[in-house]
């Protein structure tokens, strides 16, 4: 069964305005962690954003936010005032217990337009 | 604070042949994993070292084989080259305990001719 589910191969949002990438998940554990990453063109995984299954609060990194939904087991990633620097491949990730490897999406491929 | 580094950056090798690549975690991190990414695909995992022992190994063949030094740097080896190997191997570093944030090195793409 697939873990991650991302829904939306690609997106374009104009510069300056705020965009939502889309995750969804898929565990029966209670403790697990989610994760956002970018990947330029270069090939570097950039880590953006981390959310913790028994926080509270939504996860925010300046640009970056987290909307977490744990009953919808959704983890979708705002990115505000959309620079042309986002372009890039966003993967989000689950990691559940301790010591378990990263599961990742299929990816969302984000252009900004000038 | 140095961060996750890989070595070779690139590099192409034929059919069959092996390959030996390479990982330096960040500083304070004891757990590696490696990642393969074919392309427009997300990262799959391989394996992943901890204590110089692998702890846990995704559904890749035993050409793939890998090693953790005392410092926490590892290898991954590939034995007996196919095309379909061509693709980025990510290295990521963790801590050992909990569920905790990796971080990724640049990477190295193998193209297998």
């Known amino acids: 069964a697939q873990k991650i589910t991302q829904t939306q191969p690609g997106m374009f949002v104009q510069e300056k305005e705020a965009v939502t990438l889309d995750c969804t998940y898929d565990?029966?554990?209670?403790?697990?962690?989610l994760f956002w990453y970018k990947q330029p063109s270069s090939g570097e995984m950039i880590f953006l954003i981390y959310?913790?299954?028994?926080?509270?609060q939504n996860a925010t990194e300046g640009r970056y936010s987290l909307n977490f939904q744990k009953a919808r087991k959704s983890a979708n990633l705002v990115i505000s005032a959309s620079q042309l620097g986002d372009s890039a491949m966003y993967f989000c990730?689950?990691?559940?217990?301790?010591?378990?490897?990263?599961?990742f999406g299929k990816g969302t491929r984000l252009s900004v337009i000038a | 604070d140095a961060g996750v580094t890989q070595s070779p950056t690139h590099l192409i090798k034929t059919r069959g042949q092996q390959v030996t690549l390479r990982c330096s975690p960040k500083?304070?991190?004891?757990?590696v994993s490696w990642y393969q990414q074919a392309l427009g695909q997300g990262p799959q995992f391989i394996f992943q070292?901890?204590?110089?022992?692998?702890?846990q190994r995704g559904n890749f063949p035993d050409r793939f084989s890998g090693h953790q030094f005392p410092n926490y740097s590892s290898e991954l080896n590939v034995n007996a080259l196919l095309l379909g190997d061509s693709a980025l191997y990510l290295c990521?570093?963790?801590?050992?305990?909990?569920?905790?944030?990796?971080?990724f090195g640049q990477g190295t793409r193998l193209t297998v001719v």
């Open positions: 959310q913790g299954s028994y926080d509270e």
């Open positions: 500083s304070g991190h004891d757990t």
């Open positions: 070292y901890y204590e110089e022992e692998e702890r």
């Open positions: 565990t029966s554990d209670q403790s697990y962690g």
């Open positions: 990730a689950m990691r559940e217990l301790r010591d378990t490897p990263l599961v």
């Open positions: 990521a570093s963790s801590l050992g305990q909990g569920v905790t944030e990796a971080f």
